[in-house]
């Protein structure tokens, strides 16, 4: 059920003005050198709420490099090379050079997969197998790209397009590499698809990336990092010349937005484990391609405007007057149940936490309201289970302001 209403225009209209102005040493640095209301407790079955976004806005913060490399974990490109692409019309199906942008209370407005045009022919084979099965991971890990192409165009929907098409077709990925991109213009399309593997039904693709536990689709960004991450790519170059307000606003925004969601520290560093190789980093939450891969990308000015970027996220979350923010869950086997551990959400919506809601089931997106604990608990032990037995399980943190969104849905057998 739907628990949103609109998001705040005046703070995302004033978002561009202030990442302006708390971004000018950032960019003069870098130019020198390297540098979601209220549901009743009785409620019985769920289903997940997708919140609404969060304006962002700006401070400024330090950042130290990465701390290593490793190999990658997926077939991106590690060579380099000329390529030539048609970013006057894009490859195939042309749409409009003004795209229909999806505006949505859930999130920031994103311009879909139809919206930009993309021919989802590309993603299967001439079999018509699916090249690229969509697998998802719990989000860890937000990473900056440039797509080191143009920084004008007459039509950034073109330029979308002949990068889905070089990854998808021409690198043989059978998608586009990154799960969202943003245009000058301050636009964000939609990347990766997250749909039903095997579908070629647009309507069915999740403008979050996400699946039914809200879990993160695995893209092609990062090496190495591709598994519980997301990646972001600005179009165009910043090594040398800064992303335009617009594009940097919409970046934060969809970072705040995230963040709320899945409960990341935007000004936190932390360790990153990727779930399938089990390789690890020590970086920030929000961090930059070159952070994981010995790589110029995302550029020296827009790497350098990071700390910035970081901290109008932050600010956003701590001027967010809403329901709070997503706790983030654990769970684990024990004798007797399971045993489930939460952390507090990163924004609280300026209230007390008055309780949390602990829901279970027995499959992904069908938990019912299994207890509720007081705000000062980050801890419930699950004993009405039977042994062996997995349970999925999510937690909402409430305050006066409503129930805020579930965690990520985490799951467990019963001891």
């Known amino acids: 059920m739907m628990r949103l209403s609109g998001h705040r225009p005046a703070l995302r209209a004033a978002l561009a003005l202030a990442v302006v102005a708390a971004l000018a040493l950032a960019v003069v640095a870098a130019l020198a050198g ?51 692409l048609n970013t006057t019309d894009g ?46 991971f719990h989000l860890q890990k937000m990473i900056v790209h440039h797509t080191d192409g143009s920084n004008s165009s007459t039509n950034w929907a073109a330029d979308v397009r002949a990068i889905y098409y070089y990854h998808a077709v021409t690198r043989g990925y059978g998608d586009i590499a990154y799960n969202y991109l943003i245009d000058p ?69 969809l970072f705040a937005w995230k963040s709320w969601r899945h409960g990341i520290d935007p000004t936190a560093w932390s360790t990153y484990t990727n779930p399938e190789s089990g390789d690890q980093w020590f970086t920030a939450n929000i961090g930059g391609h070159r ?51 939460w952390t507090a959400p990163v924004a609280d919506g300026g209230n007390p936490i008055t309780e949390y809601r602990v829901y279970r089931g027995t499959s992904t997106g069908q938990e019912s309201l299994l207890a509720t604990v007081s705000g000062a608990t980050l801890t419930h032990f699950d004993t009405a289970t039977e042994r062996f037995h997995r349970y999925v399980y999510e937690v909402a943190a409430v305050t006066v302001a409503g129930e805020g969104p579930p965690s990520e849905e985490v799951s467990a057998r019963a001891g």
Request: aromatic letters at 6%.
């Open 34 to 84: 390297p540098a979601h209301g209220a549901v009743s407790a009785a409620t019985q079955t769920r289903t997940r709420t997708v919140p609404r976004t969060l304006a962002a806005t700006a401070s400024l913060g330090a950042l130290s490099g990465p701390s290593r490399v490793v190999r990658p974990d997926f077939p991106v490109a590690g060579d380099v090379r000329v390529v030539a």
């Open 91 to 136: 490859p195939g199906r042309p749409v409009a050079a003004a795209p229909e942008v999806t505006a949505s209370t859930a999130g920031p407005a994103i311009v879909t997969r139809a919206g930009w045009g993309a021919d989802e022919s590309y993603r299967f084979d001439a079999g018509g197998h699916e090249i690229w099965h969509p697998t998802f």
């Open 185 to 253: 213009l301050g636009r964000l399309y939609k990347g990766r698809w997250s749909g039903p593997a095997g579908s070629r039904n647009q309507s069915l693709d999740t403008p979050t990336a996400e699946d039914a536990r809200a879990w993160s689709v695995k893209a092609a960004h990062a090496y190495g990092a591709n598994s519980g991450t997301i990646g972001v790519a600005l179009l165009g170059t910043f090594s040398a010349v800064s992303p335009t307000a617009a594009a940097r606003a919409e970046l934060a925004a």
């Open 291 to 341: 952070d994981y891969v010995a790589t110029d990308c995302p550029g020296d000015v827009l790497y350098g405007q990071l700390p910035a970027i970081r901290g109008a996220v932050a600010a956003a979350l701590e001027d967010w007057s809403g329901p709070p923010g997503a706790p983030m869950l654990s769970a684990r086997r024990a004798t007797g149940g399971v045993r489930l551990a």
